[in-house]
């Protein structure tokens, strides 16, 4: 980096943020997971924090791309973005179902919308383990794939005791791949002076 831009460190208030987030939203998606898996799959409460481990993972997103370049860091951000949104729309449609509303995913129409949307969430976590193989211990990298993979199944298939383990691994992964980076710079770029 050069001239108005300095690599900051994994100590840096963003840095540390976004570093964090790599432990806390996986864990935050566990407890949703664990609420759905115990108390069904229109529960509000486990909806309420689905939506907040979603909005989570927003932020894993951001140090999912601050860690990549190029072309993978640009189609990262483009579905990790959508990814992101529907993941945050999953949580809201639960809500909805809850309160004895229409679920969208049986829906037709604009509807539609949530299910590829929906399916770009699990995409973001195969390219965040293609990210995170310069950076992580290669069994991070691949739980994260593995995650990235079993999403779908657990999640479309409403299996809970499946869903529950996906995000341990993916608590498991994150955490592992939080401790590598907190032992290296940290690219994310701040502005210098």
Same mark, same amino acid.
């Given at each position: 980096m050069t001239g108005h831009a300095a690599t900051a460190r994994s100590s840096s208030p $963003?840095? @540390?943020? #976004?570093?964090?987030? !790599?432990? /806390?939203?996986?864990? +935050?998606?566990l407890v949703a997971d664990v609420l759905y898996a115990t108390r069904g799959w229109d529960d509000p409460t486990a909806a309420v924090v689905h939506v907040l481990g979603a909005v989570g993972y927003t932020l894993v !997103?951001? @140090? !999912?791309?601050?860690l990549g370049?190029? +072309? $993978? &860091? &640009?189609? $990262? #951000? /483009? +579905?990790? &973005?959508?990814?992101?949104?529907?993941?945050?729309?999953?949580?809201?449609n639960t809500i909805h179902v809850s309160l004895g509303d229409t679920d969208l995913v049986d829906a037709a129409g604009a509807a539609v919308l949530i299910k590829p949307l929906g399916l770009c969430f699990p $995409?973001?976590? #195969? #390219?965040? &383990?293609? /990210?995170l193989r310069r950076h992580a211990p290669v069994w991070t990298v691949a739980l994260l794939a593995a995650g990235g993979l079993a999403w779908p199944v657990a999640h479309i298939a409403n299996i809970g005791w499946l869903a529950v383990l996906v995000n341990a691994a993916l608590v498991a992964a994150f955490a592992g791949a939080a401790a590598a980076l907190s032992r290296t710079p940290d690219p994310v770029a701040a502005p210098v002076g």
């Open positions: $963003l840095g @540390r943020l #976004l570093t964090a987030s !790599l432990v /806390v939203a996986p864990a +935050v998606y !997103l951001v @140090r !999912l791309v601050t370049d190029g +072309v $993978l &860091a &640009a189609v $990262l #951000l /483009v +579905v990790g &973005a959508f990814g992101a949104a529907g993941d945050v729309a999953y949580g809201f $995409l973001t976590l #195969l #390219l965040g &383990a293609a /990210v």
